[in-house]
């Protein structure tokens, strides 16, 4: 808890049994109130250390995808008694200790989200990001920023930071299950006029983090810039799209209670 706000970090995982105890032994436990891991269908023994950590866990009997699984995540948060929600990767690719930092930018009002930027600093290439993927980053990022009239370092990084009046406002239900999820995420929060900050975090590229191919990687790039248009046609009422629709599909959000 910081400033009264209760912390949940939130983990989509996918065969992550070799990086899920160090990510959790990292997560700093005096800030975070509740860890939710939601589990899509791995292959691996995910789930039997998610429970001999005591996690609040959920399965997908089946592969559904990583938006998928960020959306089951998000809902579970919203069930509980949550005011700042961390996404935050068990491939140990992020480092939890930057936890702290990204919550307290929310809880004491300055921004409404958080993103871990692997573009601050200049040291993506140096933790081992591969330069195809760099430049591709580079690249999007130049494009979103010109398309959506923003200035961020990057729009691809998988470690956020959101307020909970932001996962009730954003019509995450209409986006991808697939990768592309999280750049649609973003851009929502960048339309519907919430305030952006980011920190800057060390790029950890090593075998046993989960990364994407280069045929998905181009799927992912153009996902990417068919949001940004949808952004942009949307934007100046050209044209209406579900996931930047203000009375689009949202997460389920009840009154917040306490959970046991």
């Known amino acids: 808890m910081i400033n009264g706000k209760r912390v949940t970090v939130i983990m989509p995982a996918y065969n992550a049994e070799k990086t899920l105890r160090r990510t959790y032994d990292e997560v700093p436990k005096d800030v975070v109130d509740e860890i939710i891991l939601t589990d899509d269908a791995s292959r691996d023994r995910t789930v039997e250390i998610a429970r001999e950590l005591d996690l609040k866990t959920f399965v997908h009997p089946n592969n559904k995808g990583y938006g998928a699984n960020q959306k089951t995540c998000y809902q579970q948060a919203l069930r509980g008694d949550c005011d700042i929600v961390i996404m935050l990767h068990p491939d140990y690719q992020y480092t939890p200790k930057l936890i702290t930092a990204m919550a307290s930018l929310i809880a004491e009002g300055v921004f409404d ?36 009239k923003q200035k961020v370092s990057e729009y691809h990084t998988g470690y956020r930071a959101f307020s909970r009046k932001v996962l009730e406002k954003l019509p ?15 851009l929502q929060v960048f339309y519907f006029g919430f305030d952006v900050g980011e920190v800057a975090c060390p790029a950890s590229y090593f075998p046993e983090a989960s990364s994407i191919d280069f045929q998905r990687s181009v799927k992912y790039g153009l996902g990417v810039l068919l949001t940004a248009v949808k952004y942009y046609l949307a934007k100046r ?7 930047f629709d203000p009375n689009g599909k949202k997460l389920e959000s009840p009154k917040k209670e306490s959970v046991d």
């Open 113 to 148: 989200a958080v993103i871990a930027s692997r573009i601050l600093g200049n040291k993506a290439l140096a933790g081992g990001m591969p330069v195809y993927k760099y430049v591709s980053n580079r690249f999007l990022t130049f494009l979103e920023n010109f398309l959506i």
């Open 172 to 186: 995450l239900l209409e986006n991808s299950d697939d990768f592309v999820f999280d750049n649609e995420m973003l």
């Open 237 to 243: 009422g050209m044209k209406s799209f579900p996931q």
